[in-house]
């Protein structure tokens, strides 16, 4: 249980986090799209490299959950298994 739960809370931070970068990487999107009427130049070269930063980390992020959805549905099953070992085990001994 107590895997289970650590598995379980670290799995909703990295979705929180995922969420902030999509949610900074949209803004960053809609501020970088350049009006006919400004004539300011804007650095492609680092409005690139942090897009594709933002982009791996949520790769990065993405897998990291994968891996951890798969641990909990692992210990989940482990878990289940052993409940019904238990329960089984008790049933048992209460008909002798």
């Known amino acids: 249980m107590a895997a289970l739960t650590r598995h379980g ?3 909703h931070q990295l979705q ?4 902030k970068l999509a949610k900074k990487n949209k803004s960053k999107k809609r501020k970088q799209k350049p009006t ?3 004539e300011t130049v804007v650095d492609s070269s680092t409005t690139q490299s942090s897009a594709e930063n933002d982009d ?3 790769d990065l992020l993405k897998s990291k959950i994968k891996q951890t959805r798969e641990a909990v549905e692992e210990l989940t099953e482990l878990a289940d298994a052993l409940l019904f070992e238990g329960e089984s085990g008790c049933l048992r ?3 002798i």
Do not use: C, F, H, V
Not at 16 to 19: G, H, I, K
């Open 9 to 11: 809370s670290t799995l």
């Open 16 to 19: 929180a986090q995922e969420q």
């Open 36 to 38: 006919a009427d400004d």
């Open 56 to 58: 791996e980390n949520i």
């Open 93 to 95: 001994t209460n008909k």
